[in-house]
């Protein structure tokens, strides 16, 4: 066990705003102890920067089911009217899964965010998309790998962090994702909020977790379960499609100011 006291050591950041879609607002994760009843990666970031840093604040204006325009409209300006000098942005993700998404154009309209986000004087972090070829989500890989070298482009080009979900290779176990298998799971933000604070360089408590072994499926179990995960999942998302809805109608950014984080992975008296 890693004890707490050894990772309070300072870091410069110290004031952070997320901004994204669905995996940034931490859909997945559901726990009633953060606000707006899910977690996520960035949340668990955030409790880790905190430590040992009082003045630390936190904002996340991620949504759910936001395309790349809709957050360019809707988050970055309001995340540097928080003059935050940490900034993580994932964006995309949900336009390469409509027809006609093309990473080239995505990743041209993302550049022009990240320059405006770095003159800002922030530390901006992106993020590749994950390696989906065993998941459902395996007809875009080819366009996520495009969009991915895209945007190790762009990261140069403004001199901000790459936060490398396709390299990190446990994301292609199933237990990483939730039961809808486009989100993922507590264990697929956990190792994903280890990873970003290692880009960071910053020393944290999170330890490795390993899934569990799981026992062998027989066909007809297997066919069962796809069975109810397309009538829970992908048939209402199917018809949100061709009803032109999203599941981010009437939702709110659930930390829409920068302040004390006070969540699950925090120690004994840190909301004191």
Do not use: C
């Not at 960035?42 to 809709?70: H, I, P, T, W």
């Not at 990240?114 to 989500?137: C, H, K, M, Q, Y």
């Amino acid at each position: 066990m890693i004890d707490p006291s050894l990772v309070s050591e300072p870091h410069p950041w110290h004031r952070y705003a997320a901004l994204g879609d669905s995996f940034t607002e931490g859909i997945g994760d559901p726990n009633p102890e953060s606000i707006g009843g899910n977690r996520g990666w960035a949340d668990r970031v955030a409790e880790e920067l905190s430590r040992g840093q009082s003045d630390f604040a936190y904002a996340n204006l991620a949504v759910r089911g936001r395309l790349l325009q809709q957050i360019i409209d809707q988050q970055v300006d309001a995340a540097l009217a928080l003059r935050p000098d940490l900034v993580s942005i994932s964006a995309g993700g949900n336009d390469l899964l409509r027809p006609g998404g093309d990473p080239d154009v995505l990743a041209e309209k993302l550049d022009g965010v990240v320059g405006t986000l770095a003159t800002s004087g922030a530390t901006v972090i992106l993020f590749t998309g994950p390696d989906v070829r065993e998941t459902v989500l395996g007809s875009i890989r080819s366009k996520t790998a495009i969009y991915n070298e895209n945007l190790r482009v762009v990261a140069a080009r403004h001199e901000a962090l790459i936060a490398d979900m396709w390299a990190l290779r446990q994301l292609t176990d199933p237990q990483m994702w939730a039961s809808d298998r486009l989100h993922f799971s507590p264990l697929g933000h956990h190792t994903i909020a280890a990873m970003v604070l290692d880009t960071l360089a910053v020393r944290h408590t999170l330890e490795p977790l390993r899934p569990k072994e799981l026992p062998t499926r027989t066909w007809r179990a297997a066919r069962a379960e796809d069975l109810v995960w397309a009538r829970e999942y992908f048939v209402p998302w199917v018809l949100r499609r061709l009803r032109h809805q999203s599941s981010g109608d009437g939702i709110i950014a659930k930390r829409p100011e920068p302040v004390p984080i006070f969540g699950p992975g925090m120690p004994p008296g840190a909301a004191d």
